[in-house]
């Protein structure tokens, strides 16, 4: 019995001894982290827009950690700035992959920057999660689009916007591909809806001269302005509509790129009473978006607000941990197909990975801007929209001619580089 128990003992003993090494080793070398790329505009004209994202970003980072980590590993954030510049965007992303070994990159706001980044992820075999509603008319094997396609955001709007507001549509933007690729997926719509476009106008990218847009707009008198003008353009864009005297009333502007986190920067007499359109917006009223509000007001104050894309990014990040999780192990090439078909219960509800298109399937709202910046839902699609990024009023190949002349009318850029010369009308 002596020896039975000293035999206990001993074997005790030694898997204390042992325990005693694996949390010396643990606190000596501890796990080694699964770094994500965060990239953003930190600086530049979309920093307005972008910075937020981050953010969001950083938020599901540190929740997952909160958890217990990836893998049993923490999750470290490797943020780098794409300054508002598409050739940034690209060297960063190069950076971040071959120099910084992340998992995988989430960023980009523009089609221009992620059309740059694009190039480099296919290049490199690796991993892009994009959380902006944008154009469509792409599907690439290394990029996962959480932001809405155009089914998703621009056709409820525009048809929204016909039914409500009038049916003289003026089309502005800023001078990049996103701009005219929605303009042109409009303008196949526009005659099957029974509306018309009463005007076309672009401002330069980042440029505060909007006074020939406001003017034509003025003299036009549309019954609606659809509106895809991006980052600090905005400031000037609806400041010039209101001192020229063009109110929401008279002309309502249907915005697809401002949400919460642009207005708390505008002037809210400026932009109260036009209107927004995107998957999500703050005042949405569920639980699960509630406690996603506190949770972000609690990290970053009480002033702060959500939108879609600070929602958008938040979940991409919680979507790309349920992949690693799933494969055991971050992967780039795992991952990106076992988060095909993935879902979460995001703050908006269920979101889930289209398998087919490598996009989700989105919910949809139209809002109305209030005075102190947040925006009251007016209308709700009834369920989560199937992604169809490239719309079916034209083949893909002749949506691909029409992205390649744009390029190549740009001297080989997916922006205008320069500045249009205004001829008197």
Avoid at 48 to 61: F, H, T
Avoid at 145 to 160: D, H, R, S, V
Avoid at 174 to 179: E, G, I, N, Q
Avoid at 255 to 266: P, Q
Wanted: charged residues 20%; hydrophobic residues 45%.
């Amino acid at each position: 019995m002596k020896r039975k128990i000293l035999t206990i003992a001993v074997v005790v003993l030694l898997a204390l001894g042992v325990l005693a090494v694996l949390n010396r080793d643990r606190l000596f070398h501890p796990p080694k982290p699964i770094r994500l790329g965060v990239l953003h505009s930190l600086t530049g004209p979309m920093a307005i827009s972008e910075k937020p994202l981050v953010d969001a970003e950083l938020l599901a980072i540190e929740q997952i950690n909160a958890a217990g980590g990836l893998l049993g590993r923490p999750l470290e954030a490797v943020v780098a700035d794409g300054a508002s510049d598409w050739p940034t965007f690209a060297r960063e992303a190069e950076r971040l992959i071959n120099t910084e070994d992340v998992s995988a990159i989430i960023g980009c706001w523009t089609s221009a920057c992620r059309k740059h980044v694009k190039t480099v992820v296919e290049q490199t075999g690796h991993l892009l999660i994009y959380p902006m509603a944008y154009e469509g008319l792409e599907v690439s094997p290394n990029i996962v689009y959480t932001g809405a396609a155009p089914n998703q955001q621009i056709f409820p709007a525009l048809k929204w916007s016909l039914d409500n507001l009038g049916r003289r549509v003026f089309l502005v933007g800023s001078d990049y591909v996103w701009p005219h690729s929605v303009n042109e997926i409009i303008r196949d719509q526009i005659a099957a809806l029974r509306g018309e476009i009463v005007g076309e106008e672009y401002v330069f990218f980042g440029s505060q001269d909007v006074d020939d847009t406001v003017a034509r707009i003025r003299a036009t008198k549309p019954d609606v302005v659809i509106s895809t003008v991006v980052g600090d353009s905005n400031f000037a864009f609806y400041r010039g509509l209101r001192q020229a005297g063009l109110d929401a009333r008279e002309t309502p502007v249907v915005s697809l790129s401002i949400g919460e986190s642009e207005l708390r920067a505008l002037n809210a007499l400026d932009v109260a009473g036009h209107y927004s359109a995107w998957s999500y917006f703050q005042s949405l009223r569920r639980p699960e978006n509630q406690a996603f509000v506190q949770r972000f007001r609690a990290r970053y104050g009480s002033e702060r607000v959500t939108s879609d894309v600070v929602e958008t990014a938040y979940f991409s990040v919680l979507l790309w941990a349920k992949a690693v999780e799933q494969a055991g192990v971050p992967d780039v090439q795992q991952v990106s197909e076992l988060i095909l078909g993935e879902s979460i219960d995001a703050p908006e509800g269920v979101v889930t990975v289209d398998a087919a298109t490598r996009h989700t399937w989105r919910s949809f709202h139209v809002g109305q801007i209030r005075p102190d910046g947040q925006i009251d839902i007016v209308w709700s699609a009834e369920h989560p929209i199937r992604p169809v990024p490239y719309p079916r009023t034209r083949s893909r190949m002749d949506w691909d001619s029409f992205l390649l002349q744009l390029y190549k009318g740009w001297g080989n850029s997916w922006a205008n580089p320069v500045p249009p010369v205004r001829t008197p009308r």
